[in-house]
């Protein structure tokens, strides 16, 4: 439609209701491919792509570089991001334009630290970034519903900094102030149209549910959602076929335990290590984004969590990192873990390992399951296909 018929939404009802941000861009590749489905996964592609370098790019800043390779490493070869990576989905989206942001964001606090200790030009350069990230923050409203929770983490790093880092405070405020301002100017014209179709959101409204119980009295769904939520990490995963394999966790056994080493390691850097931009207020990055993120799936329950919690996707992987980095620092006799010759053999065995598993489940267990064809109505598209080319006319 939006090629053939010129439909130039804001936001499109079909399906629910749906972001327009990830249409548009597959129009644009449908353009040169034509109205093909390769369109539409080659956008989930390169976003996927744009995902993995804009984590890079922020973990190198943030962290150091050997962390950042080890997140970019899970991202590549994990379920849930290759399988989100390939699907024509508008969610996969959202991910990759917050990353972008967030990257920008903090060469931006960065340049703004800097300048306390050597006043120089650079204070605009920190503002352009700035008012950048507010941009690409306000464009993730137009691609998946969960954006709008997940620019509260900006806040909320205000927050930790007016406490822990009071002298940056007081000269990077105004900019975060300005750089939210951007993003709801961007997001504005998508939030009064919303406004005023209260009608439009269809799965918004279903969503919600757990929270309008709790509203009025009944707490039951919205614990329930809870606890069975809290398990998705390393136990029992979302039971939809339509996005995973059901009930398989979003990280294995191994990959779970670094996970929450990772999660207490970083929790310590946020409060033990306040002074240092780095690791303490990108730690407490890194924890907000990780519970804001996963805060729809606490409402919505653990069914179908794989998009709904696809605003976490990123920051998953950077905990694991984090572990087997700081293992690696561990020093036994005279030497540390990470120069050891199995330490990186280790290391290639976790994520060659972790390669193969994807593959076997993704390309083989996933893609041959009968209930993933039942999921994505095999036997309706097939009995369409067969009446066009033997019944009279095209098929509605």
């Known amino acids: 439609r939006i090629i053939s018929e010129g439909a130039r939404d804001i936001y499109f009802t079909i399906g629910y209701g749906r972001e327009p941000l990830y249409d548009y861009i597959t129009a644009l590749l449908m353009t040169f491919l034509g109205p093909t489905f390769l369109a539409g996964r080659l956008t989930a592609v390169f976003f996927s792509l744009i995902l993995i370098a804009g984590m890079v790019a922020w973990v190198r800043r943030a962290f150091d570089g050997q962390t950042a390779l080890l997140t970019a490493a899970g991202l590549a070869v994990g379920f849930w991001p290759v399988m989100s990576g390939r699907q024509g989905l508008r969610s996969i989206v959202l991910p990759a334009l917050f990353v972008l942001a967030v990257a920008l964001f903090w060469r931006g606090l960065a340049l703004v630290s800097a300048e306390m200790f050597l006043p120089t030009a650079k204070s605009r350069r920190s503002l352009f970034l700035f008012l950048i990230a507010g941009i690409l923050l306000g464009l993730t409203f137009y691609a998946y519903i969960p954006a709008r929770a997940l620019w509260i983490i900006f806040p909320a790093l205000l927050g930790y900094l007016f406490f822990a880092k009071r002298s940056l405070f007081r000269h990077v405020w105004s900019r975060m102030v300005l750089m939210l301002i951007m993003m709801f100017l961007v997001a504005l014209p998508l939030l009064l149209y919303l406004e005023s179709k209260h009608t439009a959101e269809v799965?918004?409204?279903?969503?919600?549910?757990?929270?309008?119980?709790?509203?009025?009295?009944?707490?039951?769904?919205?614990?329930?959602?809870?606890?069975?939520?809290?398990?998705?990490?390393?136990?029992?995963?979302?039971?939809?076929?339509?996005?995973?394999?059901?009930?398989?966790?979003?990280?294995?056994?191994?990959?779970?335990?670094?996970?929450l080493v990772g999660v207490l390691l970083v929790a310590w850097y946020a409060f033990k290590r306040r002074d240092d931009l780095h690791y303490g207020a990108a730690s407490f990055l890194a924890l907000s984004w990780l519970f804001v993120g996963f805060l729809p799936v606490l409402i919505t329950g653990p069914e179908l969590s794989m998009t709904q919690a696809v605003g976490m996707q990123p920051v998953l992987y950077l905990f694991p990192a984090l572990t087997l980095v700081a293992f690696g620092q561990v020093t036994i006799g005279s030497k540390r873990v990470a120069d050891s010759r199995w330490a990186t053999a280790g290391l290639f065995f976790l994520f060659a390992a972790t390669a193969v598993i994807t593959y076997r489940d993704y390309f083989v267990t996933w893609a041959n399951s009968p209930e993933v064809r039942v999921q994505y109505e095999t036997t309706m598209a097939t009995a369409m296909d067969y009446l066009n080319e033997q019944g009279n006319g095209v098929v509605v």
């Open 203 to 259: 799965r918004i409204q279903q969503m919600a549910a757990p929270l309008t119980a709790a509203t009025g009295g009944d707490v039951e769904p919205l614990l329930e959602n809870i606890q069975g939520s809290v398990r998705l990490f390393a136990g029992e995963g979302d039971i939809s076929w339509r996005y995973n394999i059901a009930g398989r966790p979003l990280l294995g056994p191994l990959m779970g335990i670094l996970f």
